[in-house]
C-alpha cells in the first residue's frame, strides 16, 4: 500500500479569551511554539472563543498584544471559533448520522460542566448515560425540550505521548459519554477543537498536562470523523508555592501587567527557559534565540513552581 504523502509540519496555539493571560499560558505556548520552530514548522493562532462560558470581551486583543511581546510570532490569520460553526455542525450532522451521538435532556448544570475544556478541576462526574438510550433521530420528538449532543464513548484508545509516554486513560471510568453539542446551541470543545485542528492540517499539539484526558476523546472523535490526528504532548503547568494553579493569591502573574511595568519580554523567556532546562540560569533571552536550545525531554516532570522570590525577580529586572 502507498503510504500518505506526510503532511507539512504545523503548531497551533489556542488561547481562550476568558480574560488575562499569565506567566503559566505562556510557558505553555513557548514550549508549543519552540518545538515548532526547531523542527521547521509552521505556529498558527486559533482564538477559541466558544470554548466557555467565561469569554471576556477585549481578552482576544490581549492575546494578541502578549504573543506579539512575547515574541511568538504565527503564520497567517487568526482562526476565530466563533466564525466557524457551520463548519462544527457539518461534523455533528456526520456523528448524528452515524448514530454516534445521542440527544441528552439531563440537567443543564451537569451538561455545561463537561462542555467547555475540562481543565483537571473542571473534570465532571461519570455521567450515568440516563439518555443513552436515545437514537439521534429522536431529537425531532424533544419538543421545546433544551438538550445536549453526547457521544457514546465505547472505547478508550491509549496514546503515546511525545512528552509523558504511552498513556492510557480510561474516559468510560472518567466522564463516559461526552458532551460535543451544548444545549445552548453551541458546540463544545472537544468538537471543535478536533474539527479545527484537522481543517488546520495540525500535525503536532502541545498543551497543558490538565487536559491529557481530553485527548482520548479527541481521538475517538477523529476516529469517528475519519480525520488524522496529530502528535500530542502534554507538558506540566505552572503552580504556585501553595502548590496550587497560578491564581490572584500569587501575585501579579499577569503578562499585560509585567509588561505594562516595564518588564522585558527576553526576562520572562528567560526564566521560562530556565524552567525548562534550556539555559544554565535565568537570564535575558528571546523566544527566537531560543530555538536551537530547544529539548523537550529536559522539561521537568513535575510543574514549575512561580515562587514569590522568581516573581519578584523578573519584576525588578528591567
Ligand atoms: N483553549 C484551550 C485552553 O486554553 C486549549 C485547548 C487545546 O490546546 O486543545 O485551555
Ligand atoms: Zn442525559
Given at each position: 500500500?502507498?503510504?500518505?504523502?506526510?503532511?507539512?509540519?504545523?503548531?497551533?496555539?489556542?488561547?481562550?479569551?476568558?480574560g488575562a493571560q499569565h506567566v503559566g499560558n505562556a510557558?505553555?505556548?513557548?514550549?508549543?511554539?519552540?518545538?515548532?520552530?526547531?523542527?521547521?514548522?509552521?505556529?498558527?493562532?486559533?482564538?477559541?472563543?466558544?470554548?466557555?462560558?467565561?469569554?471576556k470581551?477585549g481578552s482576544?486583543d490581549l492575546i494578541?498584544e502578549d504573543l506579539c511581546w512575547l515574541?511568538?510570532?504565527?503564520?497567517?490569520?487568526?482562526?476565530?471559533?466563533?466564525?466557524?460553526?457551520?463548519?462544527?455542525?457539518?461534523?455533528?450532522?456526520?456523528?448524528?448520522?452515524?448514530?454516534?451521538?445521542?440527544?441528552?435532556?439531563?440537567?443543564?448544570?451537569?451538561?455545561?460542566?463537561?462542555?467547555?475544556?475540562?481543565?483537571?478541576?473542571?473534570?465532571?462526574?461519570?455521567?450515568?448515560?440516563?439518555?443513552?438510550?436515545?437514537?439521534?433521530?429522536?431529537?425531532?420528538?424533544?419538543?421545546?425540550?433544551?438538550?445536549?449532543?453526547?457521544?457514546?464513548?465505547?472505547?478508550?484508545?491509549?496514546?503515546?505521548?511525545?512528552?509523558?509516554?504511552?498513556?492510557?486513560?480510561?474516559?468510560?471510568?472518567?466522564?463516559?459519554?461526552?458532551?460535543?453539542?451544548?444545549?445552548?446551541?453551541?458546540?463544545?470543545?472537544?468538537?471543535?477543537?478536533?474539527?479545527?485542528?484537522?481543517?488546520?492540517?495540525?500535525?503536532?499539539?502541545?498543551?497543558?498536562?490538565?487536559?491529557?484526558?481530553?485527548?482520548?476523546?479527541?481521538?475517538?472523535?477523529?476516529?469517528?470523523?475519519?480525520?488524522?490526528?496529530?502528535?500530542?504532548?502534554?507538558?506540566?503547568?505552572v503552580?504556585g508555592?501553595?502548590?496550587?494553579?497560578l491564581a490572584k493569591r500569587h501575585g501579579d502573574t499577569r503578562l499585560a501587567s509585567l509588561r505594562k511595568d516595564g518588564v522585558q519580554p527576553?526576562s520572562v523567556?528567560?526564566l521560562?527557559?530556565?524552567?525548562?532546562?534550556?539555559?544554565?540560569?535565568?537570564?535575558?533571552?528571546?523566544?527566537?534565540?531560543?530555538?536551537?536550545?530547544?529539548?523537550?525531554?529536559?522539561?521537568?516532570?513535575?510543574?514549575?513552581?512561580l515562587?514569590s522570590?522568581l516573581l519578584k525577580k523578573i519584576e525588578t529586572s528591567r
Amino acid at each position: 500500500m502507498p503510504s500518505p504523502t506526510p503532511r507539512p509540519l504545523r503548531a497551533r496555539l489556542a488561547p481562550s479569551p476568558t480574560g488575562a493571560q499569565h506567566v503559566g499560558n505562556a510557558r505553555t505556548y513557548l514550549i508549543a511554539w519552540l518545538s515548532a520552530r526547531s523542527q521547521g514548522a509552521e505556529v498558527r493562532l486559533r482564538i477559541e472563543d466558544i470554548d466557555s462560558p467565561r469569554i471576556k470581551q477585549g481578552s482576544t486583543d490581549l492575546i494578541l498584544e502578549d504573543l506579539c511581546w512575547l515574541g511568538l510570532n504565527f503564520t497567517g490569520e487568526p482562526i476565530i471559533q466563533t466564525t466557524r460553526i457551520p463548519l462544527y455542525d457539518a461534523a455533528l450532522e456526520r456523528l448524528r448520522e452515524l448514530e454516534l451521538v445521542y440527544p441528552c435532556t439531563c440537567t443543564r448544570g451537569d451538561i455545561e460542566q463537561a462542555a467547555s475544556a475540562p481543565h483537571v478541576e473542571h473534570e465532571g462526574p461519570r455521567y450515568p448515560g440516563t439518555c443513552s438510550h436515545r437514537r439521534s433521530g429522536e431529537a425531532n420528538s424533544l419538543g421545546t425540550r433544551p438538550f445536549a449532543w453526547r457521544f457514546r464513548v465505547n472505547a478508550s484508545p491509549t496514546f503515546t505521548d511525545r512528552f509523558l509516554g504511552e498513556l492510557s486513560i480510561d474516559i468510560r471510568e472518567l466522564g463516559g459519554d461526552f458532551v460535543v453539542w451544548k444545549s445552548a446551541g453551541t458546540p463544545a470543545y472537544q468538537l471543535a477543537v478536533v474539527v479545527d485542528d484537522a481543517a488546520m492540517g495540525i500535525t503536532e499539539v502541545i498543551r497543558g498536562d490538565d487536559l491529557a484526558p481530553s485527548t482520548p476523546r479527541q481521538l475517538l472523535l477523529y476516529r469517528a470523523l475519519d480525520l488524522e490526528p496529530p502528535v500530542f504532548a502534554h507538558v506540566p503547568l505552572v503552580i504556585g508555592q501553595d502548590g496550587r494553579r497560578l491564581a490572584k493569591r500569587h501575585g501579579d502573574t499577569r503578562l499585560a501587567s509585567l509588561r505594562k511595568d516595564g518588564v522585558q519580554p527576553e526576562s520572562v523567556i528567560g526564566l521560562l527557559a530556565w524552567s525548562c532546562g534550556w539555559v544554565g540560569e535565568p537570564r535575558a533571552i528571546s523566544a527566537t534565540e531560543l530555538i536551537p536550545l530547544f529539548r523537550l525531554d529536559t522539561v521537568p516532570r513535575s510543574p514549575f513552581v512561580l515562587t514569590s522570590e522568581l516573581l519578584k525577580k523578573i519584576e525588578t529586572s528591567r
